[in-house]
Structure formats: structure tokens, C-alpha cells
Nanobody, 117 residues
Framework: QMQLVESGGGLVQPGGSLRLSCAASGLVFGLYAMNWYRQAPGKERELVASITGDGGSTNYADSVKGRFTISRDNAKNTVYLQMNSLKPDDTAMYYC??????????WGQGTQVTVSS
């Protein structure tokens, strides 16, 4: 029933920008907080950004503050991650997660972001 599909990853030069999208289906989208995680090979999965169900509150990892922006369009059941001023350390697989308090979490399959000159 539930499905999250990420898109928008790719290869970009340092200082460049990408916008990731995560399209959700099979859930009441507005009830779920949405989150972006990333994981590089050999490293633990890291929470990058979160947004509440109504879009009223956001949180960011210190490493991306001022560079990344999370947003959502509940009419389209989609959450976005705008990534600016990208650095090589941002290279990772980026995953979308839908979560509800004391309820299930749902994960997408991931989209690869590679930042390299």
C-alpha cells in the first residue's frame, strides 16, 4: 500500500545545486512528518532534514544548515530537498522517510548524489 519514490539525484560539481523529490502514495500524507536521511559507504545513516506534517516546522543537521531547504506540497503528496552550495562531503545515497509518532516508518529506495569536480 505505502510507497515512497525518490528522484532528482545525480552528479554535480562542488558549489552546484540539486533538488530531490520524494513522491508518496498509500498513506495520509499530511499526517506524516517527512525526513531526508543520507548514508555514505562505511558511514552511519544521518538525518539531514525534517518537516512536520503541515510544513510548519523544519529541522536541519548542522552540516547542511544554510545550504539545504526541506519543503512539502501536501496537494501533490511530495516532499523536496533543495540542496545548494554542495560539497564533496554531501556525496551519499539520500533516502526519504515518512514517520508518525508511535507509528510505522516508511522508507524510499534512495537516490544517489555525487559531488565531485
Amino acid at each position: 500500500q505505502m510507497q515512497l519514490v525518490e528522484s532528482g539525484g545525480g552528479l554535480v560539481q562542488p558549489g552546484g545545486s540539486l533538488r530531490l523529490s520524494c513522491a508518496a502514495s498509500g498513506l495520509v500524507f499530511g499526517l506524516y512528518a517527512m525526513n531526508w536521511y543520507r548514508q555514505a559507504p562505511g558511514k552511519e545513516r544521518e538525518l539531514v532534514a525534517s518537516i512536520t506534517g503541515d510544513g510548519g516546522s523544519t529541522n536541519y543537521a548542522d552540516s547542511v544548515k544554510g545550504r539545504f531547504t526541506i519543503s512539502r506540497d501536501n496537494a501533490k503528496n511530495t516532499v523536496y530537498l533543495q540542496m545548494n552550495s554542495l560539497k564533496p562531503d554531501d556525496t551519499a545515497m539520500y533516502y526519504c522517510k515518512a514517520g508518525i509518532y508511535r507509528g510505522p516508518n516508511y522508507w524510499g529506495q534512495g537516490t544517489q548524489v555525487t559531488v565531485s569536480s
